[in-house]
């Protein structure tokens, strides 16, 4: 099955910012913009259909990470439930503590929330990370030490690196600690297996449009017994957790994307791991001695690639090479003309970190493709080599020198 939205257009390599919605998933919404409109909180007839898509979309979302279906609650987005597992869980657990943990690479959408805490009168401690982007576990031990913890917030995996977090081995030593545990796994959900009793967390953030659902739908998943504070109060929708008539469609679609990741993750994520390892060899043979990994060698998603190259501003690199549609890392920075936090939080000198490619592979991505973005990276940057003495290029500042 091919994508009629990449057809003839440059090779899309930017799937950890967004992925192409799902044909299977379109098709499985667009009653729900037609003819099955009704509102599911109403008693007549025109509200069975939307009611039952709502109970079905449930519980495919949850057969995919693990959870009961009443444990799935849809929101807006993966900010919105992210926003409101910490502080709805920090504000309804305050009787546990006022200290809050999390780590310097979050999602801003994270990070603000914490520091919106903070302003509430929270503690909240950001632990470091080592030169893989790793969280040490017994950072956390210490951190968690001395201190009346509500809640520890660790992402699953880095929306740049694809580098993931020991989730299970954290969540334990914060229930060791009474303290619960949120991962926002926007970028591993429906890319590597994912199970919230494996895990041991009590809240975990789902993204639709991460897993090729469209864009403004999420769900957070909520441990039966685990009290959390509404962000927005009304009618009563989602257990009361989150008001206001839900968005049917979308949440259908949602429900379509969980269903088709739940059968064919184990063999997507294989395909799409040798994929993004063929695109490395190709870089370090065609640029030999200049590509740096970003990231864990081996505790990543499979589908992502973070590679510095040597003398060259990444965004640079990427605006003359109009053939790939790539990053630079997280989508919610693009744009800014500085390193990457993740990259620098993690000991990558300024130079090292604005020399980097994100290149995240997915359903779509063929063989030919990403031989032909090696191909690409590879012809850019010899260009700017011997372009550098006579005028503009993308060479980094430090080849100037």
Request: charged share 20%; net charge negative; aromatic share 4%.
């Amino acid at each position: 099955m091919s994508h009629p939205g990449l057809e003839g257009r440059p090779i899309y390599l930017d799937h950890n910012a967004t992925t192409p919605v799902d044909p299977r998933v379109v098709e499985a919404a667009l009653p729900y913009l037609s003819e099955h409109f009704g509102n599911p909180s109403s008693a007549h007839a025109y509200a069975r259909a939307p009611r039952h898509a709502l109970h079905s979309a449930r519980e495919r979302v949850g057969a995919l990470i693990g959870a009961r279906p009443e444990e799935v609650v849809f929101t807006g987005g993966g900010s919105e439930a992210d926003a409101m597992a910490i502080r709805g869980a920090a504000r309804a657990h305050r009787d546990r503590g006022s200290h809050v943990v999390t780590q310097v690479t979050e999602h801003p959408a994270v990070l603000e929330t914490c520091a919106g805490l903070e302003v509430e009168g929270f503690r909240v401690t950001y632990l470091p990370v080592d030169r893989y982007g790793w969280v040490d576990p017994a950072d956390l031990r210490r951190a968690l030490a001395g201190h009346d913890t509500a809640l520890v917030s660790i992402m699953a995996a880095n929306a740049e690196t694809g580098t993931l977090q020991p989730v299970a081995e954290l969540a334990a030593l914060a229930r060791e600690h009474g303290a619960l545990f949120h991962t926002d796994a926007a970028q591993a959900v429906g890319k590597i297996a994912v199970d919230v009793e494996e895990l041991g967390v009590d809240l975990l953030t789902v993204v639709g449009h991460k897993m090729y659902a469209p864009k403004g739908v999420g769900a957070l998943y909520l441990r039966a017994g685990t009290r959390l504070e509404p962000l927005v109060r009304g009618g009563g929708q989602e257990g009361g957790l989150r008001a206001g008539t839900e968005n049917v469609a979308l949440i259908v679609a949602l429900g379509a994307a969980a269903e088709i990741a739940r059968h064919e993750l184990p063999d997507e994520a294989e395909r799409l791991a040798e994929l993004r390892d063929r695109l490395h060899r190709r870089l370090v043979e065609l640029l030999p001695g200049r590509v740096r990994l970003n990231g864990d060698p081996g505790a990543r998603l499979p589908g992502t690639l973070n590679v510095s190259i040597t003398r060259v501003r990444g965004a640079e690199l990427l605006a003359a090479t109009p053939g790939i549609a790539a990053s630079t890392g997280s989508a919610c920075h693009e744009g800014e003309d500085r390193p990457s936090p993740v990259l620098t939080a993690m000991g990558l000198s300024a130079e090292h970190a604005m020399g980097a490619l994100r290149l995240s592979l997915g359903r779509w991505t063929t063989d030919a493709d990403v031989d032909r973005a090696a191909d690409l990276v590879a012809a850019s940057v010899r260009s700017a080599d011997h372009g550098s003495a006579s005028g503009p290029s993308i060479l980094g500042p430090a080849a100037a020198r």
